[in-house]
C-alpha cells in the first residue's frame, strides 16, 4: 500500500472505531456501566493523534511539540490566575469593558495553521516555532503586575537569572517599571520615515483592536531571549533577521513586507511570563551594550518617542519605555511575530 492508501485506511479504521465507540455509549447509558465506553474512547483518541500526527505538515514544528508549548503556557497562566471560568463554563479572560474571550483550544489552533499551511510552513522552515498565546484583552497593568510578582517569586526562589544564567538582583519595590505614556497606546500603526525619523501615522484604540483581533492574539515568532543586533542577524531560508541600526520605520517595513507584525506590550508580557515560568530567565537582558526591544504593533498618542521593553541590570528592573523618533543605535533591536488566524 501506498503512504496515502495506509493513511486512507487509518480513517477508515477511525470511523469505524467511532461508530463502536457511540453504540457503547447508548448501552453504557441504559446499563450504567461505563468500562468498555472508556476503554474505547482511549483507544479512539489514541489513533486519532498518531493520525493527526501524521497529516500534520509542519516538519520543523511538529504537532507534539506545538501541544506541549500550548499546554506549558496555560498551565503558566493559571498559576498566575490570568484565566477564570466564564458565564459559558469555559476558560478564558475578560477585558476592561466586560466582554468575555474564551480561550483558543488546542483543536481550533491546529485548524488555522492547516487552513494557512502555505505561508505558515514556510514561516516555520525560516524558525518561526515558537507558539504564543497572548491574553491581549487583558489590561496592560494587569499583566505588568502579575508579571512583576513572578519576578519576586523568582527572586525569593534564588531563581532568576539573565541571559547568561547568572543571577539578578531585584529592586523590590518596583520590579517592572512602565512609562506613562503606556496608558495612552493605539495599537497596529504603520510607521514611516520623514526626514532623519520615524513618525507613526494611524493606528486603533485597545477596544477597537480587540475587535479586530479577538481577545488572544495567537502568535508564531522566532525562539529569542534578546533579538538581533547590527551585524548579528542570521538568513534563514531567504529571510535575514531584523537587526538594529536603524530606524523603527526601516525596521517596519521589513516586518511588513515579510508578512508579520511587531509586538505589543501585550505580547512582550506574555513571552517574559513564559519563558520566566519556564526557564527562570527574562527576556531582552541588557547586560552592557545598550540594548534595547522596540515594540512596533503600538505608538504612544501624544509622543513621538518609539516604546520599547527590556531589562535593565543597573536598575534591576524590567522597563517598558519610549526612544527618540530618530534612534538608529546598533543595539536597538525589535520583535516580530506571524498571527495564527482564520482565512
Not at 538582583?169 to 517599571?177: A, C, F, G, I
Request: with cysteine; net charge positive; proline share 3%.
Amino acid at each position: 500500500m501506498t503512504k496515502c492508501e495506509k493513511i486512507k485506511q487509518e480513517y477508515e479504521n477511525l470511523k469505524t472505531l467511532k461508530q463502536e465507540f457511540n453504540l457503547e455509549m447508548e448501552k453504557a447509558v441504559e446499563i450504567g456501566e461505563l468500562g468498555k465506553a472508556k476503554e474505547l474512547k482511549a483507544r479512539l483518541e489514541q489513533q486519532r493523534d498518531a493520525l493527526a500526527e501524521k497529516l500534520w505538515l509542519f516538519e520543523n514544528l511538529p504537532q507534539k511539540e506545538l501541544k506541549k508549548q500550548y499546554e506549558e503556557q496555560i498551565s503558566a497562566y493559571r498559576q498566575l490566575g490570568l484565566l477564570e471560568r466564564l458565564t459559558n463554563g469555559k476558560e478564558g479572560i475578560k477585558d476592561e469593558y466586560g466582554e468575555e474571550h474564551a480561550l483558543p483550544s488546542f483543536a481550533e489552533i491546529s485548524n488555522m495553521m492547516r487552513e494557512n499551511k502555505e505561508f505558515l510552513r514556510k514561516k516555520t522552515e525560516q524558525g518561526f516555532i515558537r507558539l504564543q498565546l497572548t491574553p491581549f484583552a487583558l489590561p496592560i497593568d494587569r499583566l505588568k503586575e502579575r508579571y512583576g510578582e513572578l519576578i519576586r517569586q523568582k527572586h525569593k526562589e534564588g531563581n532568576l537569572k539573565g541571559e547568561n544564567n547568572d543571577p539578578l538582583d531585584l529592586d523590590q519595590n518596583q520590579p517592572v517599571y512602565m512609562n506613562e505614556n503606556f496608558k495612552s497606546l493605539l495599537y497596529f500603526p504603520e510607521w514611516e520615515t520623514k526626514g532623519n525619523k520615524a513618525v507613526a501615522k494611524g493606528g486603533i484604540t485597545k477596544k477597537e483592536a480587540i475587535k479586530q483581533t479577538g481577545g488572544w492574539r495567537i502568535i508564531l515568532d522566532e525562539d529569542l531571549s534578546i533579538v538581533p543586533v547590527k551585524g548579528q542577524g542570521k538568513t534563514i531560508k531567504d529571510r535575514k533577521q531584523i537587526e538594529g541600526g536603524m530606524l523603527a520605520s526601516e525596521q517596519f517595513q521589513l516586518i511588513k513586507k515579510q508578512k508579520e507584525e511587531g509586538y505589543t506590550p501585550e505580547d512582550w508580557f506574555a513571552f517574559a511570563i513564559i519563558r520566566l515560568s519556564k526557564e527562570n530567565k527574562v527576556i531582552d537582558d541588557d547586560r552592557e551594550t545598550n540594548y534595547i526591544c522596540r515594540l512596533l504593533g503600538v505608538c504612544f498618542s501624544a509622543s513621538g518617542a518609539v516604546p520599547y521593553a527590556n531589562w535593565v541590570r543597573y536598575y534591576r528592573r524590567a522597563r517598558l519605555g519610549g526612544s527618540g523618533p530618530g534612534s538608529s543605535l546598533s543595539g536597538v533591536g525589535v520583535r516580530a511575530g506571524v498571527r495564527v488566524k482564520k482565512s
